[in-house]
């Protein structure tokens, strides 16, 4: 069992940044490959942001290339992923997951989401 618990989500004005932060308890972190989802009302969840657990590569959906950075800490055993450049249409609910298959993420474990919102 994983445990997952995001933080840093909040309200932003557009042009401005936010770092989310997803501490896991319970397994290393190192074990898993990770990733951001988020959920927008009347949306479906989409992958974001995904890092393996080899740290080889990272992947981002093309609307936030060049914008969201993921990246890990498994000493801390805790994920991130740095948004920049926020747009009003980035507002969302951002899941944490952590899953060992890479790139469906099936049977992950997930967060309980951030609130991002984003002003225009």
């Known amino acids: 069992q994983v445990q997952l618990v995001e933080s840093g989500g909040g309200l932003v004005q557009a042009g401005g940044s936010l770092r989310l932060s997803c501490a896991a308890s319970g397994r290393p972190l190192s074990m898993f490959h990770m990733g951001w989802f988020r959920q927008a009302p009347g949306k479906e969840r989409e992958k974001v942001a995904a890092i393996p657990w080899s740290d080889s590569i990272t992947y981002q959906t093309d609307s936030v290339k060049g914008r969201f950075t993921i990246s890990r800490d498994n000493a801390k055993n805790t994920v991130y992923l740095q948004m920049n450049s926020l747009r009003p249409e980035d507002t969302a609910v951002y899941y944490c997951?952590?899953?060992?298959?890479?790139?469906?993420?099936?049977?992950?474990?997930w967060g309980q989401g951030t609130q991002v919102t984003v002003s225009s």
């Open positions: 997951a952590a899953s060992r298959n890479w790139p469906g993420f099936e049977n992950a474990y």
